[in-house]
């Protein structure tokens, strides 16, 4: 593996571990592994890999909030509890 693979592997495994704790479903698309199954998470990955190449020094708080809550609280709702997202 060269180094560009062994960072995205790590990326991912930082990634992934935030996600899970944060509830997000991390079920890779069947037709193309580099892919997550459930939309949101696939563009949260999209949004931390943008995030992470536009500062790759920045460290991921461990208490950073989660949004799925508050996306599903939104879908079924149609309304945000004050605080849910900041």
Avoid: I
């Amino acid at each position: 593996m060269d180094k560009n693979r062994d960072d995205m592997a790590d990326e991912r495994a930082a990634f992934e571990a935030w996600a899970s704790k944060c509830g997000y479903d991390l079920e890779r698309h069947p037709s193309n592994a580099e892919r997550y199954w459930e939309f949101h998470t696939n563009s949260t990955w999209t949004a931390w890999q943008a995030a992470r190449a536009s500062s790759p020094n920045a460290a991921v708080p461990n208490d950073a909030p989660s949004t799925t809550r508050s996306t599903y609280e939104y879908r079924d709702t149609g309304a945000l509890e004050s605080g849910d997202m900041q």
